[in-house]
């Protein structure tokens, strides 16, 4: 297949291409801002949108960088190769000016987010995804857990920004949760490559074999977000003195409860898609239990 594009790329290849519907996942940012008790503080908020925007800058280039590496594989994926990179609707030129590009751009936001700090959650988040796109994705459950490690470091990046106390409960809640999220995208691969007759994930450490490992340890995992879930309400959220109402946080993991099972039943029919994360922000159901818990945190807050 050839490098060169048949007609002059478009913004929908471009969007496509620094998957920019996936900084929906950023706003994990603005996270440490509400449950700090910062929400009041415009500052704060202007600290996170630079680094949302920081971060999304950076989580774009290394798309693309993780695009340009993964070509052959990408050829190969039964989704995958209608990609803008690997079906030649963008250049492999074109990707090599806009990666360093959105790199300094996404530091420089960074920078002014909230100075060497911020810069430096940047710089570990582009280490992780540089490890993982190089060597790391084909380890079989590390690939999970560094992927949950991004998703972690986003929150991070937030407690950064809005200058509030860590929380090592809310920080292990995400490992846990991403971590099984990133088993259902693992084990929706694994059944549709099992449904074509393959054996081997292209660019993956997983087999077919693997299908009952997956479910079972992503399963395992939902359940333990949640406990944690309890655990972070009980010994922080409820002595932090900023709701007036904290029993509406009882909704939180019952809700949390609701939707995992939700996605692990879709993942077992063989009916989510490829990133759980994204099918949620499009899925109606998953949308009336994610306002379901901004409800229960607004009435925990004002009642």
């Known amino acids: 297949m050839t490098d060169r594009p048949q007609r002059p790329a478009s913004l929908g290849d471009w969007a496509g291409?620094?998957?920019?519907?996936?900084?929906?996942?950023?706003?994990?940012?603005?996270?440490?801002?509400?449950l700090g008790g910062v929400s009041h503080s415009g500052t704060a908020w202007l600290s996170a949108l630079l680094g949302f925007l920081g971060l999304g800058l950076v989580a774009s280039s290394t798309y693309v960088l993780n695009d340009l590496i993964d070509l052959?594989?990408?050829?190969?994926?039964?989704?995958?190769?209608?990609?803008?990179?690997?079906?030649?609707?963008?250049?492999?030129?074109?990707?090599?000016?806009?990666?360093?590009?959105?790199?300094?751009?996404?530091?420089?936001?960074?920078?002014?987010?909230h100075g060497p700090p911020a810069v430096a959650m940047l710089c570990v988040y582009l280490a992780l995804t540089l490890g993982y796109s190089f060597a790391l994705k084909r380890v079989p459950i590390l690939d999970v857990a560094l992927l949950a490690a991004l998703f972690t470091l986003r929150i991070?990046?937030?407690?950064?920004?809005?200058?509030?106390?860590?929380?090592?409960?809310?920080?292990?809640?995400?490992?846990?949760?991403?971590?099984?999220?990133?088993?259902?995208?693992?084990?929706?691969?694994?059944?549709?490559?099992?449904?074509?007759?393959?054996?081997?994930?292209?660019?993956r450490g997983y087999v077919t074999a693997d299908e009952p490992f997956v479910l079972a340890m992503g399963v395992a995992l939902s359940a333990a977000a949640v406990l944690v879930m309890v655990m972070y309400l009980i010994e922080e959220a409820f002595g932090t003195g900023l709701y007036r109402s904290p029993q509406a946080l009882w909704a939180f993991p019952l809700l949390l409860a609701l939707w995992l099972g939700r996605i692990w039943l879709l993942c077992g029919r063989g009916a989510l898609d490829d990133d759980p994360v994204i099918f949620a922000i499009r899925d109606r159901v998953s949308l009336a239990l994610g306002a379901l818990v901004a409800l229960s945190f607004v009435a925990a807050v004002i009642l």
């Open 156 to 203: 991070a990046l937030g407690v950064v920004c809005a200058g509030v106390a860590w929380s090592a409960w809310l920080l292990v809640f995400s490992m846990f949760l991403f971590s099984s999220l990133s088993l259902a995208k693992r084990l929706t691969e694994i059944k549709r490559l099992k449904a074509l007759g393959g054996e081997r994930l292209p660019g």
């Open 72 to 113: 052959a594989d990408d050829r190969a994926h039964w989704t995958k190769h209608k990609r803008a990179f690997a079906s030649g609707r963008i250049s492999i030129a074109a990707g090599l000016v806009v990666l360093p590009l959105g790199l300094v751009g996404g530091l420089g936001l960074g920078g002014l987010a």
């Open 17 to 34: 291409a620094l998957r920019l519907h996936h900084w929906a996942k950023n706003a994990l940012v603005f996270l440490p801002v509400v």
